[in-house]
């Protein structure tokens, strides 16, 4: 079924390297099927909807130059907010953008904000007869109930990271003491990216060049709690004085950046004073880990399945949700206010999966 309409597809998030490929392929996916009469992709996230120059029609020449540009081909905006009640003219303006082009279905790939800002929006453009459709979240922070491309890459670069730094840190001695290793892991609202390291980390037989029995790991995920030890020291109040020991093996501490510590910092000696190598995996290095074939092969998957819910929906002219079950990939369709229902910025706790939980707990009690 084609509609006679135009359709805009965009990414709202951060850059991520598997983001440009997502929405490279997903606008390439929707001019070859012939859904619409055009297809439009938007440059710098929202901004894109206030804007016009941000607007492009998709070519198969910029097809090309996404395919030889990394994640972020398509860049990114923080500031934009068209819920902005103070600055009511960014919602004519982009409502005027989408009617000046016959946009009536925008395509949204994104994280927690993404959604939060679609659900806020959403009534606004309905009631313009324009229509959102959240396609696929692909935030390093995570999204409950949707898989996110974004946590694969942070994951990948935080192993590497970790197995290139106990390689190297943990082999020195100092005033006879082993030495600790704290890796802070970027992704502020939930512990998606330290479960998902742990649970890759459970299934090593070896850290860099250590065995893993050689080394203690110890988590500092959300929510840790803190308390004083018999000698004064400030210790996540899970782990007992004898797990503990100074003089005990080297300790591989990894850290959530959601952790809240007792005092302002992050130097994480003032707390357990425990001598330790303190590494950060940044976002910029986390968002850009190379995508895969096997992430590729998994995102093709996806557009070929959300084409066929697509199509389904053609005549409902109403806004939803793509999402996508984690553990076996099916997709089904939700309300627009989905994720942003979800939203951890919001106070709510989302779940991790069952199996992220159950190795989160090993390390983290």
Known sequence: ??????????????????????IAEFAQNLKRQALFNKVYVGFYSFRCLVY????????????EQAQKSSGGFFGTARETNLADSKKPELMKNAIKICKSRKIKWIFLAGGDGSARQMSEIVDSFEKAGIHFVFTMPMTIDGIEGGYSFGINAAVRVSLERIKD????????????????LTVILQGRNRNDILANVLDKLDKMDR???????????????????????????????????????????????LV???AKFPKKGKNIEKYTQVKTRVSIVAHESQMNGLTTDADRH???????????????????????????????????CEGPHYFAERNPRKGLHPKLAPSLDECLKKYYP
């Open 52 to 63: 016009s120059e941000f607007v492009k029609e998709w070519s198969d020449s910029l097809y």
């Open 207 to 253: 850290i860099g060049d250590f065995t893993k029995d050689e080394i203690d790991i110890i988590a500092i995920p959300t929510g840790c709690d803190w308390r004083k030890d018999g000698g004064g020291r400030l210790v996540p109040k899970y782990i007992g004085e004898s797990d503990y020991e100074m003089y005990s093996k080297p300790k591989l501490i």
């Open 165 to 180: 730094c106990v390689s190297t840190s943990l082999r020195t001695l100092d005033g006879n003491k082993f030495p600790a």
């Open 256 to 258: 959530s950046e959601g």
């Open 298 to 332: 998994d995102i093709d998957v996806m557009i070929d399945r959300s084409m066929d819910i697509i199509r389904k929906n053609m005549k409902s002219k109403k806004s939803y949700t793509i999402v996508v079950n984690p553990e076996n990939f099916d997709m089904y």
């Open 1 to 22: 079924m084609k509609v006679n309409s135009n359709a805009l597809v965009f990414y709202g998030g951060g850059l991520c390297d598997s983001a440009g490929y997502y």
